[in-house]
């Protein structure tokens, strides 16, 4: 099997693999509990071509955008479920997800369409970055990421 279609088979089955920024040759897998252990032994195997092949996907991402959602509340959920805290702190790690998802597809909403590629880029980008911080048990780093991210998000608008 071709990395490619490595990687293509798992996003098929809603499982997305990316170079972990904290620790160089490692992979991240959300959710890692969709893999199989012939998965788990085909990653390991080619690990080495799959960084490089992700390493490229990540310089020039596509626009892609599954979900109705510009944040990926589903991986901001299973990462808080990974890293549980108490219910309540649960609860509103995620609510506060949900606010900035929802906030931040009304100001895509009214962006023009050229800026619609970089803003869902973003919203990308600061998902994946909650995500690492929320595994990393840094709750303050992902409330902030998330908001800071309609103003960023905003800045995008036309003068």
Same mark, same amino acid.
């Given at each position: 099997?071709?990395?490619? #279609? =490595?990687?293509?088979?798992?996003? *098929?089955? $809603?499982? @997305? ?7 160089? $040759? ?22 080495? #071509?799959?960084?490089?092949? =992700?390493? @490229? ?14 944040? +990926?509340?589903? #991986?901001?959920?299973?990462?808080? #479920?990974?890293?549980?805290? $108490?219910?309540?702190?649960? +609860? =509103? ?12 597809? *009304? ?9 619609? !590629? ?5 919203? $990308? ?11 990393? *048990? ?8 998330? +908001?800071?991210?309609?103003? !960023? ?7």
């Amino acid at each position: 099997m071709s990395v490619r #279609a =490595l990687v293509e088979s798992l996003a *098929r089955r $809603g499982i @997305e693999l990316w170079p972990d920024p904290n620790s160089c $040759g490692a992979i991240m897998v959300r959710p890692s509990s969709r893999l199989t252990d012939d998965d788990r032994q085909t990653i390991r195997v080619h690990k080495t #071509a799959l960084l490089a092949a =992700l390493a @490229e996907r990540d310089r020039d991402p596509e626009p892609a955008f599954p979900s109705p959602w510009p944040l +990926d509340l589903v #991986a901001i959920a299973d990462a808080i #479920a990974h890293e549980p805290r $108490g219910p309540f702190e649960n +609860d =509103l790690a995620l609510s506060r997800a949900a606010r900035t998802a929802v906030e931040a597809e *009304r100001i895509i909403r009214a962006l023009p369409a050229a800026a619609c !590629r970089e803003a869902l880029s973003l919203c $990308g980008a600061v998902s994946r970055d909650a995500v690492t911080a929320i595994c990393a *048990r840094n709750y303050r780093a992902s409330y902030d990421l998330l +908001d800071n991210l309609p103003q !960023r998000l905003k800045a995008l608008r036309p003068q």
